[in-house]
């Protein structure tokens, strides 16, 4: 008889009942609230988001370092070179011209006998160059404008002068392979 009493009361109180499920994580919730007056330590930790704090900072040092670019539009040192003196860039695309159509001649005539020579030359060359951008800098940084400029005059002169120099030891070298080959009768 005691059933039949409890299905009726279920029956009549079927309406007042709550349906609703709970929030997600309840049980979690209700699991750590438990051991907690317990006195249970649980294990497990909450999982962090690290990765939210990190695309932020991210974020911001992308930001810094656009703005950082536009904002310090620097000029190259060429750029700073024909602000002070104009005339260097006319100068220097004339003899630029000049070393660099000197300079494919002696790459042309590179062979096993004047290869020593012109790997030499080259590389001297290269030292010539690291001069004049030295010179550039010390006249961008305010050094004596009309000595820096005599001396940068010099250094191409130097260039040319050297390449010439070894064009005709090559011609030389050339001449005489020449006259020993004549001389050498089979």
């Given amino acids: 008889m005691k059933e039949d009493d409890i299905k009726l009361l279920f029956e009549r109180l079927h309406d007042d009942f709550d349906c609703?499920?709970?929030?997600?994580?309840?049980?979690?919730?209700?699991?750590a609230?438990?051991?907690r007056s317990n006195g249970v330590v649980s294990l497990q930790k909450k999982k962090q988001n690290w990765w939210k704090p990190l695309t932020i900072a991210a974020s911001i040092a992308i930001v810094c370092?656009?703005?950082?670019?536009?904002?310090?539009?620097?000029?190259s040192i060429k750029e700073q070179v024909v602000e002070i003196s104009p005339e260097v860039s006319q100068t220097e695309f004339y003899f630029a011209g000049l070393i660099e159509e000197?300079?494919?001649?002696l790459r042309d005539e590179k062979s096993p006998e004047t290869e020593q020579l012109?790997?030499?030359t080259l590389?001297?060359?290269?030292r010539l160059e690291i001069d004049y951008k030295n010179l550039e800098q010390e006249l961008v940084n305010g050094g004596d404008s009309k000595l820096l400029l005599n001396a940068m005059i010099n250094n191409f002169q130097t260039r040319?002068?050297?390449?010439?120099?070894v064009l005709t030891?090559?011609?030389?070298?050339?001449?005489?392979?020449y006259q020993n080959d004549a001389n050498f009768t089979i």
């Fill in 33 to 35: 609230k438990l051991n």
């Fill in 123 to 126: 590389f001297q060359l290269e």
């Fill in 118 to 120: 012109v790997d030499d």
């Fill in 65 to 75: 370092a656009l703005s950082l670019q536009v904002f310090t539009n620097k000029q």
């Fill in 169 to 177: 030891t090559i011609e030389s070298i050339k001449n005489l392979k």
């Fill in 160 to 165: 040319i002068d050297l390449l010439k120099e």
């Fill in 20 to 31: 609703e499920n709970p929030k997600e994580g309840h049980q979690e919730r209700f699991l």
């Fill in 102 to 105: 000197q300079v494919q001649q």
